[in-house]
């Protein structure tokens, strides 16, 4: 079983598929539900490691994927993939 979310320098970034993340998307607008999304590439989670004030703000999202095959490259190496690149 997939872990629903990966850590990679303090930021949990939601492990799922683009589709799999839109259909989830739509289920939340079809429920009348408003949605935080950050979409995170290499430069934001960098940023955010040495300005504490960004990270708690990309923290208090609802989800955060990942928006960039560094991202996603950085998960591997970690011994924890993310499925895949979930673009803005």
Do not use: C, W
């Not at 998307?25 to 935080?36: A, M, Q, S």
């Not at 990309?58 to 011994?79: F, T």
């Not at 924890?80 to 673009?87: A, I, K, M, N």
Request: aromatic content about 8%; charged content about 25%; proline content about 5%.
């Amino acid at each position: 079983m997939e872990k629903k979310e990966i850590s990679i320098l303090n930021i949990p970034f939601y492990n799922t598929s683009q589709a799999g993340f839109v259909d989830e998307l739509y289920n939340d607008v079809r429920n009348g539900e408003r949605k935080f999304v950050v979409t995170a590439n290499p430069e934001i989670v960098m940023h955010a490691s040495t300005d504490k004030d960004f990270e708690a703000v990309i923290r208090q999202a609802d989800y955060i994927v990942p928006d960039g095959i560094g991202i996603v490259m950085a998960s591997q190496k970690l011994g924890e993939p993310l499925q895949e690149r979930v673009t803005g």
